[in-house]
């Protein structure tokens, strides 16, 4: 597994086999990454939704209660749209999902991983988690950000946060695996579902 | 007094009257006619002067392209009667009067509108332009009753 | 209490619903402007009903109508939300419409004389029929006009259908006295005068009730009004059919294909035949379905709309494309109620009025514009004017962005609907909208920064 450089990943959206769509600046093409923007829309965890993550919350119990499965879904996160030009305000210890600006489509032969660009992370602005980006997916993708510093910052859509960076792998994914993926084709973030698979480890009463 | 049993469609012919009596107004104190409390009066009878140069009198909000039917019923079109059928007679009268009849409805409707203009930027008015802009005003509040 | 104190109670009640609607965010560009053309309006009825004579029940309920009117628009301002519409597609449409509704003749101008462009408000109502698009009347006092844009909230994000707001803008062109006249001329002199059918209103009246050739739908159609509502040949134009209104829908009808293109045709007939599927409505204002989409049909390819070739493959989704909307045109030469050198004329006319407004006439479609997009969509890739390719500079190879490549939405879209005409089962009308939708959103980025590089700024 080796990372692709800049004319690695140039000669890779130019025969399109990688697509990251639009670079609308030459300066989004990094030594051996790419720049993505942020896009417009915010979903923010709404404090009073929930007393606390429990993976629990996420194992189907109930398919009668249409509404409380719902609502839950819905009031998990509040959704902001923020048009071009508008500041979106991110406080100290918020956690916030945005989607990129850019589509990306990952050819099988390739994993990409996400990280926060350097400047911003010196700001106090994180992009830490679901760093990886596996083979296959296409869709936006979704940059959790989080302020560590102790002041707000405020964003505008359209800025570089994030940085995306690309591995080629040995052995080609399978285009099955690649389907049952969750989030493939989306086109805006939303809440994954924790316990996917796991259900087996929560306890019995929980799922009651 | 009730005020919501009234059928007829809107004229406005009280407010055109109360309109057209400002606009007299501020043809002898132009300083008047600049500034927030002049600039609808003075925009509703440019307005008022634009359907008459053009004989579009319509004013009626349409439908959707796909509200084909009200409130998904057939039903029959409610007939009213045309609104502007007073206020065009004033329009009239008062161009008549001012002008005379020989004088088009266009060139009549450009004349009141340059001075409208001007008023709205307190510049000076030519001495007849005040006369005619005067009495086309009082003759046009006279004739609405 | 009287009624002068009645409607003065109201006048401060509004003011404070006036108030309480700066709480929202309801626009992109703010609030700022809705807030004190209200509060002008308000201020200036307040005027009014303390100079009328309490016992003047005229004028009291003259401003009564006045102040509803003006309830009515706050209540709208304050239900709208940004979240409730397609920003990115609005952001397109005011562009149009603050050039195409603009009225040329107002005392209401800037610094540099020109005159201030409507005030374009956007809310998302219940109903799939709700496309409307509300404009102040002209006897509404006002220093700037206000339109407002209606959405159906089930179909916020259906940019592909979106189009259909090229009609409603029709009628709000039609709403400035200027065009009134000018448009009006149009249609009577080019399109009703020399229609068979439409030269009086005895004519029409034969033409729908002459039933040795009247389509059976159509007979069907006027059975059920005269059982309803007593409505026949000898009142179905005093008491039915408001001929004047018709006229002006076949009008917008014609602004809204050579505004949006063929996508305004394909959201017509997609959306007119889900609501009337024989297409034999006769509507009171509205004239019959399979009418207004022949003529469109007609119109689209006297425009050369469907004759643009692309690559093979591309070629099979638009031939696809065009198939479905043919099979919308009803064969019945009855509904045919124009000729083609009518269409043409009026399209020639109306094409010369549209282009004195800038973005408001759809540039004809070339395949080197809609191809590339439509091969996007394929795809699955959203729309856009991008493409990356590597070029040698020196010996070496270089990225060479194209930056200079400025996409008109109206050709997103008409690639969006070619694209979900191919028959993909991958990508069916939902995804292709959606990734129309989120093309025209990356496309605005891409326009703002090729205006900051134009500047000389990056």
Redesign the interface.
């Given at each position: 597994m080796s990372a692709l450089s800049k004319i690695d990943i140039a000669k890779r959206l130019d025969d399109k086999s990688l697509t990251v769509s639009p670079l609308i600046n030459m300066n989004q093409l990094g030594e051996s990454s790419i720049d993505l923007r942020m896009g417009t829309v915010v979903m923010l965890a709404r404090a009073g939704a929930q007393s606390h993550v429990d993976p629990a919350a996420y194992v189907n119990r109930d398919n009668t209660n249409k509404h409380e499965l719902k609502r839950k879904k819905q009031q998990k996160h509040e959704r902001f749209d923020i048009p071009f030009t508008h500041p979106f305000l991110l406080h100290p210890g918020t956690l916030a999902l945005v989607p990129t600006l850019e589509w990306v489509k990952i050819p099988q032969d390739i994993q990409a991983i996400v990280t926060a660009r350097s400047s911003w992370a010196r700001e106090g602005l994180n992009i830490a988690t679901a760093t990886i980006v596996n083979p296959g997916y296409c869709g936006i993708i979704t940059l959790e950000l989080a302020n560590f510093g102790e002041i707000p910052i405020t964003l505008y859509p359209g800025l570089r946060l994030a940085q995306m960076a690309f591995y080629d792998i040995a052995t080609p994914a399978k285009i099955t695996n690649i389907k049952t993926s969750q989030f493939n084709g989306k086109f805006e973030p939303s809440a994954g579902d924790i316990a996917d698979g796991d259900y087996c480890f929560i306890p019995e009463h929980q799922k009651k | 007094?009730?005020?919501?049993?009234?059928s007829r469609p809107?004229?406005?012919?009280?407010?055109y009257k109360?309109f057209a009596s400002l606009i007299s107004s501020y043809v002898d104190a132009p300083a008047n006619s600049v500034g927030?409390?002049a600039?609808?009066?003075?925009?509703?009878i440019?307005?008022?002067l634009?359907?008459y140069?053009?004989?579009?009198f319509?004013?009626?909000?349409?439908?959707?392209?796909?509200?084909?039917?009200?409130n998904g019923h057939?039903?029959?079109?409610s007939?009213t009667p045309s609104?502007h059928g007073s206020v065009l007679n004033a329009l009239n009268n008062a161009k008549i009067d001012t002008f005379g009849a020989e004088t088009s409805t266009e060139d009549a409707v450009i004349e009141l509108?340059t001075v409208?203009?001007k008023l709205?930027k307190n510049q000076a008015l030519e001495e007849n332009h005040k006369a005619h802009t005067r009495n086309f005003f009082v003759q046009f509040g006279n004739s609405l009753g | 209490m009287d009624a002068r104190e009645f409607l003065l109670n109201e006048c401060a009640n509004l003011n404070t619903v006036l108030e309480e609607t700066l709480r929202y965010e309801y626009g992109v560009e703010g609030s700022r402007i809705f807030f004190e053309e209200c509060l002008n309006r308000l201020e200036l009825i307040e005027q009014l009903i303390n100079a009328a004579s309490p016992t003047s029940s005229t004028a009291l309920s003259e401003y009564f109508y006045k102040l509803e009117e003006l309830s009515s628009l706050i209540s709208r301002i304050e239900r709208s939300s940004l979240k409730e519409y397609s920003w990115p597609f609005l952001e397109e449409f005011k562009e149009i419409s603050l050039s195409a509704c603009t009225d040329p003749n107002t005392t209401q101008v800037d610094e540099n004389g020109n005159p201030y462009p409507p005030q374009v408000h956007v809310l998302a109502e219940g109903g799939l029929s709700s496309y409307l698009i509300h404009v102040d009347g002209r006897r509404i006092p006002s220093k700037r006009r206000i339109l407002t844009i209606f959405f159906p909230r089930t179909l916020k994000h259906y940019v592909l259908l979106h189009p259909i707001l090229g009609h409603e803008m029709g009628h709000a062109i039609f709403s400035i006295a200027a065009y009134e006249g000018l448009l009006d001329k149009v249609v009577e002199e080019y399109l009703i005068q020399k229609s068979r059918f439409f030269t009086s209103e005895s004519s029409i009246a034969e033409w729908l009730y002459t039933t040795s050739v009247t389509p059976k739908s159509v007979s069907i159609f006027l059975s059920v009004i005269e059982a309803e509502l007593e409505i026949d040949q000898s009142n179905v134009m005093t008491d039915y059919i408001d001929f004047v209104a018709w006229k002006e829908e076949f009008l917008c009808d014609f602004i809204g294909l050579l505004m949006f293109g063929p996508s305004f045709l394909a959201a017509q007939c997609d959306l007119l035949y889900s609501i009337d599927s024989t297409g034999s409505e006769i509507g009171n204002y509205h004239p019959p379905t399979a009418c207004r989409v022949n003529t469109m049909i007609a119109a689209a390819q006297i425009l050369g709309y469907d004759t643009l070739k692309f690559d093979t493959d591309i070629q099979i989704a638009v031939d696809a494309f065009w198939k479905s909307i043919l099979e919308k045109k009803q064969l019945d030469s009855w509904f045919d109620v124009f000729t083609n050198d009518q269409i043409q004329t009026t399209l020639t006319k109306l094409s010369a009025f549209l282009s004195t407004h800038k973005k408001a006439l759809y540039p004809q479609p070339t395949t080197e514009r809609i191809q590339p997009l439509i091969k996007q969509v394929l795809k699955k890739i959203p729309p856009v004017g991008y493409e990356f390719k590597l070029k040698t500079v020196d010996g070496e190879l270089t990225p060479d962005l194209a930056f200079d490549y400025s996409v008109d939405f109206r050709d997103i879209l008409f690639a969006g609907w070619i694209a979900a005409s191919a028959g993909d089962p991958s990508l069916n009308f939902e995804d292709a909208n959606k990734l129309c939708e989120y093309g025209i959103l990356q496309q605005r980025a891409i326009k703002m920064m090729n205006a900051e590089v134009n500047k000389g700024a990056v």
């Open positions: - | 007094m009730s005020i919501m049993s009234v809107d004229a406005s012919t009280s407010m109360h927030a409390d600039a609808i009066p003075i925009e509703s440019f307005k008022l634009e359907m140069r053009f004989n579009a319509k004013d009626e909000s349409r439908r959707g392209a796909l509200a084909l039917r009200a057939l039903s029959r079109i007939k609104w509108e409208l203009k709205t | -």
